[in-house]
């Protein structure tokens, strides 16, 4: 995958803070795939269906222009007409348009931001006008992260897991077999390393607007983040256990000082630059790594996504949603079905080297085995992605006010690892800071 696409699936940066206070005061064949239930409007001799992705031209340009035209062919008078968004613009393009009612007709979000105007009833309910046998081709627990109180508001597309990608000299001299599978496992080995190279294991950020792999990794560790009422449920010791757990590592200095104030992007460039000897990215990320550090690449491999007690593996997801104000939703639904069908989902993965999230696609051989006598690193990178889907979720559901939750527990965390605040005090003051912002 490149790195544009790497960059979708990573989280939402400060524009949502910015742009929320606005909202708030405001694939390749045209096989039979999925079908909407309803048939589409017929108030016109001709429909118009228009179609937002985040930065998918020039790569996929050709790609998707043959899907555009199967879809037109196979559906005569319907039009498609695709705009392709930079993923920095995205955000602020949707919420502006959504508030102005011009909304296109066909969005590609991810789970995250999609539930914040989800909450805000932007988009158009699914439950009923797609068929359970349909839905039923889509991994049940893919499809479950673009629902919101019972109700679904997107149809799921590409995926990622996240895998460790680890430098095997870096490990060789700390004198470590093999890399971590375990947040325990990690905080040994972030100690070998350190002794005995004088560099870090791996890099983590605590910035609240930045990647969320640290509010992920509680979850992995057995913490409930929010109660069924939406009241704060980490102030247990399953939470404080957490806390303690990133406190400990960032006074023993096993965490760069940087991690309070730089993103994840900082992380690739110390792993790039040989400063690190783990990262946790999408698999598709060693492509960059060859291109930007070769040197690095040819001692690269990877290993399954470090996990907790808990055995669970986090997925990133793009999904597919329809404003509710479409003037042609049943057309849309069905351009969106299409779009992500299985026979289409396949096509794009290979071309993309993400994964799909259909059950059918995801069956193929493509994402099971490396072909005979075939050593690239990225081939296995891709069957353990894959391989992790049985296990995978998205660790933190899709929530109003995400940004105001984490926010709460990544500050009181920073006080805690500087000193300023007990674990006991920082996490019972994040729990009363969510509960009071978010209105609990």
Known sequence: MTKRLVNRLQPSKLIILTLLGFVLSWVVSCGSGNVATQAPQSNSNSQEIEFWTMQLQPEFTDFFNQKIQAF?????GMKVNWVDV???AMESKILTSVAAKTAPDVVNLNPDFASVLAGRNAWLTLDNKISPEVRSTYLPNIWQASTLDGKSFGIPWYLTTRV???????LKQAGVAKPPATYAELAQVAKQVKEKTGKYAFFATFVPEDSSEVLQSFVQMGVTLVDDKGKAAFNTPAGKAAFQYWVDLYKQELLPQESLTQGHRHGIEMYQAGETALLGTGAEFLKTISTNAPEIAKVSAVAP???GTTGKK???VMNLVIPKDSDRPDAAIKFALFVTNSDNQLAFAKAANVLPSTIPALADSYFKS???GDKSEMDRARVVSASQLKQAEV???AMENINVLKRAIYENLQAAMLGEKTVDAAIADAAKEWDAKAGK
């Open 72 to 76: 037109e062919k196979e559906n005569p």
């Open 86 to 88: 930079p993923w920095s």
């Open 164 to 170: 460790t990608i680890y430098n095997s000299d870096l």
């Open 305 to 307: 996504e470090i996990t």
């Open 314 to 316: 986090n997925v990133a």
């Open 370 to 372: 490396v072909p005979t």
């Open 395 to 397: 660790l933190i559901p």
